[in-house]
């Protein structure tokens, strides 16, 4: 079993910053890929970034340029730094962890992006 614990999240006006972050803890060695989607009302869940084991990265489109993903591998924690925030950013983001037969979720973190 593996858990993820995000922080991070906030209000924050158009153009600002944010960083979340996501410990994992238990089975972390069986990962493979970690990674942030998020979700906004009446939307479905989306992938935002991912990183793998072997440091292969993606991004969706909307937020390249923008967002940035990265690991502490010393802490098991996934970074999500996020810049120049949209409105359209607003939504819920949870923290994914992947192992071959699993995958696992956060509790999610609310990002706001309002004037």
């Known amino acids: 079993q593996v858990q993820l614990v995000e922080s991070g999240g906030g209000l924050v006006q158009p153009g600002g910053s944010l960083k979340l972050s996501c410990a994992a803890s238990?089975?972390?060695?069986?990962?493979?890929?970690m990674g942030w989607y998020r979700q906004a009302p009446g939307k479905q869940r989306e992938l935002v970034a991912a990183?793998?084991?072997?440091?292969?990265?993606n991004y969706a489109d909307s937020v390249k340029g923008r967002f940035t993903i990265s690991r502490d591998d010393a802490k098991n924690t996934v970074y999500l730094q996020m810049n120049s925030l949209k409105p359209e950013d607003t939504a819920v983001y949870y923290c994914n962890a992947r192992s071959v037969n699993l995958a696992y979720w956060g509790q999610g973190t609310q990002v706001t992006v309002s004037v």
């Open positions: 990183i793998t084991s072997g440091g292969v990265i």
């Open positions: 238990g089975s972390v060695s069986s990962l493979y890929r």
